[in-house]
């Protein structure tokens, strides 16, 4: 089993439509949380960090359940910019110290018009 | 700030042959990471580095080397390439281990 977890879709929506991504985690000892956004054949980068009371940037909203161990993108408005695929990212601390960061494969958004 | 640059954006190698990827960082990060992405896969860590003169070792090590002499730069190496190692390969750095990191626009390998 993957240590994070995420549908792959792809995910299909109109415009203007409301979508949500969940991902999952498997190790309780995980810490901090991120959503990326990756365009094809582009470098992945920061959508937003996830905090444990939730956050908000404009249309994006994500959540973190820590006891459930998955969090949420709710991504709502949808735009045809938005279509990307989004990773889901998690940080842990190896066994022998440090931070350990695990990608989430990724889960494919078309935003149709 | 350029961010992070990496150098070639291209590449076709013959099986056997060698090659160096270069990546620079112009923000003072201390941490700097290779990965490479393959269709389905998502991002998998080869070598990642915390500091000037440190390298360890991530998820998908073998056969490839890695060396951070100047704390900007981190190396990658393949000795000897194999058609496994046709890939998309991804630096990235960050301030500490816990905070985003900030990729490169990657470099499109293909290994014949």
């Known amino acids: 089993r993957k240590e994070v977890e995420q549908d792959p879709g792809p995910f299909n929506v109109p415009e203007g439509a409301t979508v949500a991504f969940n991902c999952t985690y498997s190790?309780?000892?995980?810490?901090?949380f991120f959503w990326y956004r990756q365009d094809c054949r582009k470098e992945p980068k920061l959508l937003m960090s996830v905090y444990s009371s939730g956050n908000e940037d404009g249309r994006f909203t994500a959540q973190l359940n820590r006891a459930s161990q998955y969090i949420s993108l709710l991504i709502r408005d949808s735009k045809l910019s938005d279509s990307a695929t989004y990773l889901c990212?998690?940080?842990?601390?190896?066994?022998?110290?440090?931070?350990?960061?695990?990608f989430g494969a990724g889960t494919r958004l078309f935003v149709k018009a | 700030n350029a961010g992070v640059t990496q150098t070639p954006k291209f590449r076709v190698l013959k099986t056997g042959q060698s090659m160096t990827l270069l990546c620079a960082q112009d923000m003072n990060h201390e941490y700097m990471y290779w990965y490479r992405q393959d269709p389905g896969m998502g991002l998998r860590l080869i070598h990642y580095?915390?500091?000037?003169?440190?390298?360890a070792k991530g998820e998908v090590p073998d056969g490839y080397n890695v060396s951070r002499l100047k704390k900007q730069n981190f190396l990658l190496g393949l000795e000897s390439a194999a058609p496994s190692q046709t890939s998309v390969y991804f630096c990235?750095?960050?301030?500490?281990?816990?905070?985003?990191?900030?990729f490169g626009p990657g470099t499109r390998l293909t290994v014949l």
């Open positions: 990235a750095s960050s301030l500490r281990g816990d905070n985003e990191q900030f």
């Open positions: 580095s915390v500091g000037e003169g440190t390298t």
């Open positions: 190790n309780s000892a995980s810490q901090s």
């Open positions: 990212v998690v940080n842990r601390r190896w066994e022998t110290g440090g931070f350990k960061t695990i």
